[in-house]
């Protein structure tokens, strides 16, 4: 679904000075606000986003399967998929559809393959130690799904009593749900639940969460996890979402002030304020998500090689290092080069791409470091004054020998930087090449413009 973030993210303006910051933290516990336990298997994961559609020829469940031990082999534990169920014909847009707008809950889209090809998919899925999360539209549906009809008050109105789309959206193959009906929220949770049990899926990723009352998720959430324990992350940036329903929220802030920088609309100091606002306003234990790039910002906002240039590379490391659970775009490693239909089949075209290794890499760094894993698990970010700010964010996460230091160039300028304070000193191998390097406060470092190092400690 086309993303709202401009008008829904926290205030995250906070620009800080050089001066020392508080020490780093030495427990990582999790904080009494979140009341749910992530699952394990989430701790240091990392979320691929399929559109099954686009990614192949066929655009099915059995030729997606065939792809699963290479999205395994990069190191990958999360496979997102898009909505998967029939789509509405009435008011359809373009020929094919938009997948957001679900004719029925309980089945399979014809288009992606059968029930047994989904259940097939999941399978292989799991024995590659993959876990498997759909979309789930809960907020609208089909003007043509039977519910209109066997239920027609799960439904809002307009004054003159007729159905209607999600009030100041464009979603016009859609119509909107009134969740004061209990009868709605009743079948809504039974569905969620329905796929979990039969299909052994491991959660969902929740189309424009926050549309849907807070108190429908955390009752959805406690139902599911009754089975066994899922993965949920909403299309929104709300913290609240955190406490009892979510363990991931969409980092539409992150995006958006790396956006700025890659664009000469701000520096580090912009990212240097968005981490020091996650950390005193938001939950140790939320998850955020990490992107630069995903099925909406592809389809309408353009190309992510071309929204960040030669800061690309760059955005995807700190996506990585930065705290936040990261997401790959399918054909992100196959360096996507152009923005695929929504409406249509528009196939992915796959090559080799100079991105993969780098992905793999960073995702290898990622499942090492348990200073780098998700909310709870991971280490707070704790930032290191350096002699160009405006220019470098530099930055701790860790103690002791499990440690990464980590400096980014977010300029088109060249730098030679010198460090303050004494947190990033010690021994260490560079995390790419394995080089060994050795910091004490006198140690400069070169960085390319847009470039960055990340070293990881070694005594």
């Known amino acids: 679904m086309r993303s709202l973030a401009s008008s829904m993210?926290?205030?995250?303006?906070?620009?800080?000075?050089?001066?020392?910051?508080?020490?780093?933290?030495?427990?990582?516990?999790?904080?009494?606000?979140?009341?749910?336990?992530?699952?394990?298997?989430?701790?240091?994961?990392?979320?691929?986003?399929?559109?099954?559609?686009?990614?192949?020829?066929?655009?099915?469940?059995?030729?997606?399967?065939?792809?699963?031990?290479?999205?395994?082999?990069?190191?990958?534990?999360?496979?997102?998929?898009?909505?998967?169920?029939?789509?509405?014909?009435?008011?359809r847009k373009g020929n094919m559809g938009s997948p957001y707008a679900v004719k029925d809950y309980r089945a399979v889209n014809p288009d992606l393959g059968t029930e047994?090809?989904?259940?097939?998919?999941?399978?292989?899925?799991?024995?590659?130690?993959?876990?498997?999360?759909?979309?789930?539209?809960?907020?609208?549906?089909?003007?043509?799904?039977?519910?209109?009809?066997?239920?027609?008050?799960?439904?809002?109105?307009?004054?003159?009593?007729?159905?209607?789309?999600?009030?100041?959206?464009?979603?016009?193959?859609?119509?909107?749900?009134?969740?004061?009906?209990?009868?709605?929220?009743?079948?809504?949770?039974?569905?969620?639940?329905?796929?979990?049990?039969?299909?052994?899926?491991?959660?969902?990723?929740?189309d424009v969460a926050g549309y849907v009352p807070l108190d429908f998720w955390e009752t959805a959430r406690a139902e599911l996890d009754a089975i066994r324990p899922v993965f949920m992350l909403a299309e929104w940036e709300t913290r609240d979402l955190h406490a009892k329903a979510f363990d991931a929220t969409y980092g539409w802030g992150w995006k958006e002030e790396l956006q700025k920088v890659a664009a000469g609309e701000g520096n580090a100091n912009n990212m240097r304020g968005y981490y020091a606002g996650q950390k005193v306003t938001w939950p140790h234990a939320a998850y955020r998500m990490n992107y630069t790039d995903n099925h909406d910002q592809n389809s309408w906002d353009g190309v992510a090689s071309e929204i960040y240039g030669p800061a690309y590379e760059a955005a995807i490391a700190l996506s990585f290092v930065g705290p936040g659970i990261p997401l790959i775009y399918n054909g992100q490693e196959a360096d996507l080069d152009r923005q695929l239909e929504f409406f249509e089949k528009d196939e992915i075209e796959w090559k080799q791409g100079q991105y993969d290794e780098l992905f793999r890499e960073l995702i290898a760094l990622k499942t090492k470091e348990p200073a780098l894993w998700n909310g709870r698990y991971g280490a707070p970010l704790v930032d290191v004054p350096n002699s160009a700010s405006d220019d470098v964010l530099s930055f701790v996460r860790g103690d002791g020998s499990e440690r990464v230091f980590a400096a980014f160039n977010l300029s088109p300028r060249a730098a030679t930087v010198t460090f303050s304070l004494e947190r990033h000193t010690g021994a260490y191998s560079n995390a790419m090449s394995g080089e060994a390097v050795s910091f004490d406060q006198d140690s400069e470092l070169s960085l390319a413009p847009w470039g960055y190092r990340i070293f990881r400690a070694t005594d």
């Open 9 to 91: 993210v926290l205030g995250c303006a906070l620009v800080l000075s050089g001066c020392d910051a508080a020490p780093a933290k030495t427990s990582y516990e999790p904080q009494p606000y979140v009341q749910f336990e992530n699952a394990e298997w989430t701790r240091d994961a990392v979320i691929y986003q399929l559109n099954t559609r686009q990614f192949t020829r066929e655009g099915t469940f059995a030729a997606a399967q065939e792809q699963l031990p290479r999205i395994a082999e990069m190191g990958v534990d999360i496979v997102w998929l898009m909505p998967i169920h029939p789509i509405g014909e009435v008011n």
């Open 116 to 206: 047994e090809e989904f259940r097939a998919f999941v399978d292989a899925a799991h024995e590659l130690g993959l876990k498997v999360i759909l979309d789930w539209v809960a907020n609208h549906s089909a003007w043509d799904n039977p519910l209109t009809q066997t239920n027609p008050e799960w439904y809002s109105r307009t004054p003159e009593g007729d159905l209607m789309p999600p009030e100041g959206t464009d979603w016009v193959d859609t119509v909107d749900f009134d969740y004061s009906q209990p009868g709605l929220r009743e079948y809504m949770t039974g569905s969620l639940a329905y796929w979990v049990r039969e299909f052994d899926i491991d959660g969902y990723r929740a």
